[in-house]
């Protein structure tokens, strides 16, 4: 079970979890000392749980770890099909060729009418296996796309949808049915590169799945809610970030003047030591928020990071553009994240052509809200910088920002390499702020913190 250990490990660590020497040998010392040479489930996962992932997200994160390698428990089984609740029949039988030619047409025929209960049963009955030497996802969808049919009621709906006599009411719940099939097809490729130990592939899926490294661009909405909690906590930590002003406390550095004024006020021998302590500091911010499409995850965290905090301090403003630029703060006061997030959905007005203009943008900044800035304020822009082709760029309305303000930061969604992609205007923008962070996840996002 030893070696089974160190490849964990270094999977782990492939995966950005910090896996210290230290620990890979604490986790042996105790597999020594509990003298079991055969591979137990149980006894796997307390291993690992217990000395390599200590996190808060760590439990669910070494149970799916477990049932990769031994399987999952009777009980949870039919989590891991993942097929939208559809249970399987005491006559099902998952060792089938999926090559039947009868079930083929039948399942089919079940897409063509919309028949979606039909369509998970006899995806489910085929028992369609991976070849284990497949190990690219594309061509593994190719394959059983093919082989359950997929790709003829694909065809078939799609010349449905070209012929005109063909009545909408069948052909939408066709083309869902079709949908969700497809779906179905993704889930169930997806546990099987997992269960062959695809190593690119693995180290992908588990990068998704460790909150503090998963993009926030590509975060897959059953893990949103993972990176969500992370996010939450890296805003109550700013929320409380110590400032340069001290109180009174019962721990810090001992003060040599108040402790001597307090005891000539007591006519004694200074005995009595005041100590200070650094207070939270109120932080300033505004944030400057892309909200089109392609950094629409990566915003969400944004607003949930600068929620957090508002509700802590008033003394945060947000605005959000697309190609036009309007004040979101009201949104985020006195309701709760999810109703603020929904209500932002219905505000109209900042996205007109739906293509960011950077430089509209910023001249309407410029013209709004310059004069409020004052220099206690950091300014954070959050966005990918990409302008769509617009004439304008607005560079010269940074440094008017970053004279007025105490800081002026950018974040981008994306590593350093994407930003001379396309229209990219990060190198333009770079030299008039006090700087540019790549934020593509929650460390990073940490890093940024730490570093103001």
């Known amino acids: 079970m030893a070696w089974l250990i160190v490849k964990i490990a270094r999977l782990l660590r492939a995966a950005g979890v910090p896996v210290s020497c230290a620990e890979v040998a604490d986790c042996l010392a105790v597999l020594e000392a509990h003298g079991s040479t055969a591979p137990d489930k149980y006894l796997f996962y307390d291993l690992v749980n217990a000395t390599m992932v200590?996190?808060?997200?760590?439990?669910?994160?070494?149970?799916w770890l477990v049932e990769l390698y031994f399987g999952p428990d009777f009980e949870t089984a039919m989590n891991h099909q993942r097929f939208a609740g559809v249970m399987s029949s005491p006559g099902d039988d998952r060792s089938g060729g999926g090559r039947d030619v009868s079930m083929r047409k039948e399942i089919i025929q079940a897409a063509m009418t919309g028949n979606l209960g039909t369509v998970h049963l006899l995806f489910r009955q085929m028992g369609l296996v991976l070849d284990p030497l497949i190990e690219d996802r594309e061509q593994a969808l190719e394959s059983f796309q093919d082989r359950c049919g997929w790709l003829d009621a694909a065809n078939l709906i799609a010349q449905a949808g070209n012929d005109?006599?063909?009545?909408?009411n069948i052909l939408g719940p066709a083309q869902q049915t079709l949908e969700k099939w497809l779906s179905l097809i993704e889930t169930e490729v997806d546990f099987q590169l997992e269960k062959n130990m695809?190593?690119?592939?693995?180290?992908?899926v588990m990068k998704a799945r460790n909150p503090e490294v998963a993009s926030f661009v590509s975060c897959r909405d059953e893990h949103m809610a993972l990176v969500s909690r992370e996010v939450k906590k890296l805003g109550k930590r700013l929320a409380v970030h110590k400032g340069?002003?001290?109180?009174?406390?019962?721990?810090?550095?001992?003060n040599l003047a108040r402790t001597l004024r307090l005891a000539m006020k007591k006519n004694q021998v200074p005995m009595d030591l005041v100590k200070m302590v650094s207070k939270p500091s109120k932080p300033r911010l505004w944030l400057i928020c892309d909200v089109s499409n392609s950094v629409r995850k990566f915003i969400y965290f944004?607003?949930?990071?600068?929620?957090?905090?508002?509700?802590?301090?008033?003394?945060?403003r947000s605005f959000l553009f697309v190609d036009n630029l309007m004040e979101a703060t009201d949104y985020f006061k006195g309701s709760a994240w999810q109703d603020s997030l929904l209500s932002l959905k219905y505000m109209k007005g900042i996205n007109v052509t739906g293509f960011s203009d950077y430089g509209k943008v910023l001249r309407q900044f410029k013209t709004g809200f310059l004069?409020?800035?004052?220099?206690k304020t950091t300014v954070i822009v959050l966005g990918d910088a990409r302008n769509n082709g617009h004439r304008d760029d607005g560079c010269d309305v940074l440094p008017l920002i970053r004279e007025r303000a105490a800081a002026l930061y950018w974040l981008s969604p994306f590593d350093r390499q994407a930003w001379t992609d396309r229209d990219c205007l990060m190198h333009k923008y770079q030299p008039h702020c006090t700087?540019?962070?790549p934020c593509p996840?929650?460390?990073a996002l940490s890093r940024f913190l730490s570093d103001i």
């Open 302 to 316: 944004m607003m949930l990071l600068a929620y957090t905090t508002q509700n802590t301090y008033s003394r945060i």
């Open 244 to 254: 340069f002003r001290l109180k009174p406390g019962r721990k810090g550095k001992v």
């Open 54 to 63: 200590k996190a808060a997200w760590g439990k669910e994160f070494v149970m």
């Open 371 to 375: 004069d409020q800035l004052t220099p």
């Open 198 to 204: 695809s190593l690119p592939f693995l180290v992908d």
């Open 441 to 443: 996840d929650v460390r």
């Open 164 to 168: 005109a006599s063909v009545d909408s």
């Open 435 to 437: 700087g540019m962070y």
